[in-house]
């Protein structure tokens, strides 16, 4: 009874925003290469003398000033990139995107969680959300902007360490978000040393994987345990896969050439619902990697992304691999 009584008011506020957002864009969501204007590494803390007192304090975002939620409890997160940002930090989540819901290891948090994208504006009005976060680029931001403080950070436009600070400012837990992140760079430096000692200071490794029917090979900050391997670690990556992936992070390639990117060792991000069948061939049965079993397999859904969840699965993955614990 109380749904239906709600669904008008959900339509008289949709009639509402689009008379006052008009036809706001029509640009499609954000890529990853796509930029905006300051970036976040050159925004000023909240300021903490008040925010513990006040409702809501100011946050300098890539966009300027934003009045925001001390205690954010409703949050909606439209990109599948930070979605595990904010989890990590323990804050409330009502609405995802469709891909965070199935990543295996958000499944049960997020069980009860609406998907919601930058279209479904009556969904995300029924959440009724005290802050949205999602990329620059979305699509309805300034009806979005009307619902909620709404914040978005440009993808890469900092590194995955400072982006997660920047995301505890935002929800008041910069202090937690600055302990993982010292926390994380030890434990990683300590688990690189070690991978080093055992597979060599020159073993090289490429990351591979197969994502709408394209085998790809990535650089050293798109994910997958790039930022692991490549920056953390310090692992060698293959000439060939630097140079390709030098402009984009990340590069198409053939099964019939992946031997010319494949290093001393493979990591490939295998999502079990594509076309792996490039595994069954002579050409990929021959690539050194292979012949030596020096290729770890890990399950793509949870592996994708560069926030804390996913890249504490990733460290988990590369210690249990390279040393066997």
């Excluded at 008379?19 to 640009?27: I, M």
């Excluded at 949205?132 to 699509?139: C, V």
């Excluded at 990117?261 to 690539?287: C, L, P, R, W």
């Amino acid at each position: 009874m109380k749904k239906n009584l709600f669904i008008p008011l959900v339509l008289v506020v949709v009639l509402l925003l689009s008379a006052c957002g008009g036809n706001d864009t029509k640009n499609n969501a954000s890529s990853p290469s796509e930029s905006s204007s300051a970036s976040p590494s050159e925004s000023a803390s909240p300021s903490t003398s008040n925010v513990s007192e006040s409702d809501t304090f100011t946050y300098q975002s890539e966009d300027g000033p934003v009045e925001v939620p001390s205690h954010p409890k409703r949050v909606v997160v439209l990109t599948r990139f930070l979605t595990g940002n904010v989890m990590a930090l323990g804050v409330p989540v009502v609405g995802v995107d469709e891909m965070s819901k199935t990543n295996p290891r958000f499944e049960e948090q997020l069980k009860d969680v609406e998907a919601v994208s930058d279209e479904s504006l009556e969904k995300i009005i029924e959440l009724e959300p005290d802050l949205i976060i999602g990329l620059a680029g979305i699509k309805n931001i300034d009806k979005f902007k009307q619902l909620a403080p709404t914040i978005t950070y440009t993808y890469g436009k900092v590194d995955y360490l400072t982006q997660q600070i920047e995301v505890g400012k935002l929800l008041n837990k910069e202090k937690e978000a600055r302990a993982w992140t010292e926390d994380f760079k030890a434990r990683t430096k300590k688990a690189g040393q070690e991978i080093k000692a055992k597979i060599g200071e020159n073993a090289s490794v490429s990351v591979i994987e197969t994502f709408n029917k394209q085998l790809y090979v990535y650089g050293d900050n798109f994910g997958r345990g790039t930022e692991i391997l490549y920056q953390e670690f310090g692992l060698a990556m293959p000439e060939k896969v630097k140079e390709a992936t030098e402009k984009e992070g990340y590069f198409a390639v053939s099964s019939e050439v992946l031997k010319d990117y494949s290093g001393d060792y493979v990591i490939f991000s295998k999502n079990a619902d594509e076309d792996n069948s490039f595994q069954n061939t002579a050409t990929y049965k021959n690539i050194p990697a292979v012949k030596n079993n020096r290729v770890f397999e890990a399950d793509a859904k949870a592996f994708y992304f560069n926030d804390p969840l996913s890249m504490e699965f990733q460290l988990e993955f590369f210690i249990k691999s390279f040393l066997g614990q």
